[in-house]
């Protein structure tokens, strides 16, 4: 059993845009400078992201916030 238990939505539509971008978590991390294991837990839904990383995410996959929520 994982240590981890999922506390918020998974948030399935960032994962689903960072594939359509054809980018690895690793790569969006680095484009972002967000941790990847953050990335990971945001798309798997063990925590939710503040506004700012929200904002970020967004840019660096050339969209708006409400598409990656």
């Known amino acids: 059993?994982?240590?981890?238990?999922k506390r918020f939505e998974p948030m399935k539509k960032l994962k689903l845009m960072r594939i359509s971008r054809d980018l690895t978590i690793v790569e969006l991390a680095e484009k972002t400078g967000i941790n990847r294991?953050?990335?990971?837990?945001y798309?798997?839904?063990?925590h939710s992201p503040r506004r700012e990383n929200l904002q970020t995410l967004a840019k660096?996959?050339?969209?708006?916030?409400?598409?990656i929520i």
């Open 1 to 5: 059993m994982s240590a981890y238990k």
């Open 37 to 41: 294991n953050t990335i990971n837990q």
């Open 60 to 67: 660096a996959l050339d969209c708006k916030i409400e598409e």
């Open 43 to 46: 798309e798997l839904g063990i």
